[in-house]
């Protein structure tokens, strides 16, 4: 056995966050590094999922809009994922996917600019359909779209800005952005900004009150595990809710959703960030998946990221031969979100080789190989192998 072995071992049985594995569904034969595409099934969802379609759809119907809280639910899933965003209640809604969200957010955004006011700036090594919806928001509303680089964002935006849209972490490299910095420059240069925290919701703090976050949407299949598809969260920050003018007004977001009004009239708070009736077999899912965090502080969280993620490139330089595989993650941790991405020569196939051998990560084109890093469940015996199976391709 290894040093490295023997270290994984120790650091596992010295981690705080250990038991917390055993609230989810996997298996020893494989190492799950992927959680930032799809996290991991937590225990207790299936239960809950099979009594929502058994006896809430199954048996009381049509009356489990009121008896079982569904109408409630996009609101009450919000408020526990608020928690986890930094945000007080009533700031989170639940429902539609990220790009319906993003779409949402960033019209709104460039409906309160004031008059001049009719750029979007959009993070240029952003997600593609950020990048798109933002193409579409701009046809929409008279606006033009320029790219810059995350980093220069807040010294992009000017007197035509309207709002930026920024990823806090940036999905191929892994490499965590300022988001109170730029969000405070954004703001001097008197426009709004909206995050997309897809890659930093569940694995890092967020603090969007604190921080003076107007608008900020993210998904919650990966760091949140709410499972394939499930509904993504559109945060509005509480003194603009009065004023956010949602280019999806929908009767589910009406003041009076049953008066049928031929007129539109938005509610109250964050309910007028919906649209349409609720994906509820996915929202509650979602909802008992959210239960693993319930005594779960996110600063521990973080702590234990940064240490795994440490920890797997000690394990690569020492396993993987020299000149194989090179970090473009940040070994900054102010500048790291969850995750390690190595540039590699035929990466594609590496990662199927791995995946072959029981690591399971992913690739992106051209060459990188992603490695995401879920504290909750995964532990430093992970990141020690994973790298060591890794040596074991590399050098064949």
Request: charged residues 25%; contains cysteine; aromatic residues 8%.
């Amino acid at each position: 056995m290894s040093d490295l072995t023997h270290e994984a071992l120790a650091l596992d049985a010295a981690d705080g966050l250990r038991a917390k594995r055993a609230e989810f569904v996997l298996d020893d034969d494989t190492v799950y590094l992927d959680g930032n595409s799809l996290g991991a099934l937590p225990g207790a969802v299936a239960g809950r999922l099979a009594d929502v379609v058994e006896r809430e759809w199954g048996r009381l119907r049509i009356r489990s809009w009121t008896e079982s809280g569904w109408w409630t639910a996009p609101e009450r899933v919000g408020d526990r994922i608020a928690r986890l965003v930094g945000a007080a209640p009533g700031q989170v809604v639940v429902g539609d996917s990220t790009s319906v969200n993003v779409f949402k957010a960033v019209v709104a955004a460039v409906r309160l600019a004031g008059e001049g006011r009719d750029e979007i700036l959009v993070d240029a090594a952003t997600f593609p359909t950020d990048g798109y919806i933002a193409a579409s928001a701009a046809r929409l509303t008279g606006a033009r779209v320029r790219a810059v680089d995350a980093a220069d964002m807040a010294a992009a935006a000017g007197p035509r800005t309207a709002v930026a849209l920024v990823n806090h972490v940036d999905y191929r490299t892994g490499r965590l952005h300022d988001l109170p910095g730029t969000t405070a420059a954004v703001h001097a240069a008197g426009a709004r900004v909206v995050w997309d925290l897809c890659h930093s919701a569940g694995a890092l703090p967020v603090a969007l009150d604190a921080d003076g976050v107007d608008f900020a949407v993210g998904c919650t299949y990966k760091y949140l595990n709410g499972g394939p598809g499930s509904p993504a969260y559109l945060y509005v920050r509480r003194e603009l809710q009065p004023r956010f003018d949602s280019p999806l007004p929908g009767w589910n977001s009406h003041a009076d959703p049953f008066g049928m009004s031929a007129v539109y009239e938005p509610a109250d708070g964050a309910p007028r960030g919906r649209v349409g009736t609720p994906d509820i077999l996915s929202l509650l899912a979602l909802e008992a998946a959210l239960d693993v965090w319930d005594d779960v502080d996110v600063t521990a969280v973080r702590a234990k990221s940064l240490a795994l993620t440490d920890f797997f490139l000690r394990c690569v330089a020492a396993y993987v031969p020299a000149g194989r595989a090179e970090p473009v993650t940040p070994l900054a941790h102010a500048e790291r979100g969850s995750q390690v991405s190595l540039r590699c020569t035929g990466a594609e196939e590496v990662m199927a080789e791995l995946i072959r051998r029981g690591v399971v990560g992913d690739f992106r084109p051209p060459d990188v190989l992603r490695f995401g890093f879920t504290p909750l469940y995964t532990g430093f015996a992970d990141a020690e192998r994973a790298a060591r199976v890794l040596g074991e391709v590399l050098g064949g």
